[in-house]
């Protein structure tokens, strides 16, 4: 009983001391990379999201719970923030404003005068949406609380964007949001011939080159509907691929020195960088996808 008392008591040290090592919050700008600490040492981060439990047969992963979390977080703060506008703006208020003004800018242009007040709860949808879980992992916290067997912890909260079946949800979002905006607001017609229709002018050309130069246009318009098709793939893995690299980086970053090395902080400013870039080529893409089809006014396209 003795042999047995002795060996469960070092188990439960053991195990005690990952624990506390793991639930250990790092703060300030000294080395936080959360997967890297508490993953295990040398671990890479997992490509797939861990279990957390299951409701009525849901799975329930640890990237759902941090896009839920981080979203009641966005939902609440800008509430918060414009709960009552001002005037003078408060400092709440001015960031939001400023946000909101950024984006509209940026997406005019691109989709057109008509089009930026449909278009624009979707777009800064994405940008707020994205930006906010981009950088939910570089949080003290994010991927250090959760389960452990002694050997893994399933961490439960695990930056959103680096699990594809998020990304993968806003890429399709994306393109049925597309697909609205063509039909009401260009129509079936209008699509149809930016895809099929010949564009060349029949006065300057031939009749046989004239006729003959339809069958191009559909041939290239059937590429132009795989392309399209494919954005699913390149919308979600360029967003997961960039994020789930990052996290990578950082956990290779801090299993490079001990923790209380700041090893990794150049590496966090450059994940910073990142979570905007991508936050903005997504909702920028998604804007031009919108644009070349319903900003055909002559002016607001040389823009």
């Known amino acids: 009983m003795s042999l047995r008392f002795r060996s469960d008591y070092r188990v439960w040290r053991r195990r005690a001391i990952v624990n506390i090592n793991r639930l250990l919050i790092v703060g300030g700008l000294a080395g936080f990379a959360p997967v890297a600490l508490f993953a295990g040492e040398g671990a890479p981060v997992s490509p797939a999201p861990y279990l957390i439990t ?10 759902m719970v941090t896009s839920w979390v981080f979203s009641l977080f966005i939902i609440l703060g ?3 923030a414009v709960r009552k506008p001002q005037l003078i703006p408060t400092g709440a208020q001015a960031v939001v404003e400023s946000l909101v003004e950024g984006v509209r800018d940026l997406i005019a242009p691109i989709v057109g005068k008509h089009m930026v007040k449909p278009t624009f709860p979707l777009l800064i949808g994405f940008f707020t949406f994205i930006l906010i879980h981009n950088w939910s992992g570089l949080l003290p916290g994010v991927g250090s609380f959760g389960l452990t067997d002694g050997e893994r912890l399933t961490y439960f909260f695990r930056p959103a964007n680096t699990d594809l079946n998020m990304t993968l949800a806003l890429a399709i979002v ?11 607001y260009a129509g079936i017609k209008t699509l149809v011939y930016d895809l099929f229709g010949n564009k060349a002018d029949k006065s300057e050309l031939p009749g046989a080159l004239y006729y003959f130069l339809f069958l191009i246009f559909i041939a290239v318009g059937i590429i132009e509907v795989i ?9 979600s893995f360029r ?3 960039n994020m789930f690299g990052g996290e990578n980086l ?6 490079l ?7 990794p902080v150049p590496f966090y400013f450059l994940e910073t960088l990142i979570g905007l870039v991508q936050a903005l080529v997504f ?14 006014d002559s002016e607001e396209h040389a823009a």
């Open 283 to 296: 909702t920028l893409l998604v804007a031009v996808y919108i644009g070349l089809i319903c900003n055909h």
């Open 174 to 184: 994306s393109f049925v949001a597309w697909m609205y905006f063509i039909l009401k």
């Open 78 to 80: 800008i509430r918060w």
């Open 239 to 241: 967003l997961y691929g």
């Open 250 to 255: 950082l956990t290779s970053m801090m299993n």
């Open 257 to 263: 020195a001990p923790w209380y090395v700041p090893v």
């Open 227 to 235: 392309s399209i098709l494919l954005r699913l793939v390149s919308l």
């Open 54 to 63: 299951e409701v009525f047969g849901l799975p329930i992963t640890n990237s």
